[in-house]
């Protein structure tokens, strides 16, 4: 069985939505660091990320602070392409200097053409 939690940007900044979840909040560390990654991402490349799943040991609260990692899939808009990669490459660097714990890492994926 997959769970998971959705998160959504919404048109206000720094601000989300959760859509689906497996019955609990957040724990404050992993909406701290999501806030973050969403913020950082809209600057990114504003509208590219649609939509956030949250996975693993947070989705099934199991999530232990200072041991947990945060694992998200990531929906974007379109495929990535060459030029992207340097931006997010830098999104992830910069959230892992702003929250070095819990580390926080995901995989993009773009719909079908």
Known sequence: ???SRTIRPTDQPFRFRRLASAGTS?????LEVVRTYLRLVDEAAPALVEGLYV???VALGDY???RSDIDFLALVSHPLDEFELPGLAGVHDELG???PRPR?????VSPCK
């Open 104 to 108: 926080c890492a995901g995989d993009y």
């Open 26 to 30: 957040l724990p404050p560390q992993v």
């Open 97 to 99: 200097r702003l929250h």
């Open 1 to 3: 069985m997959s769970v």
């Open 64 to 66: 232990r602070p200072g």
């Open 55 to 57: 996975h693993g040991s």
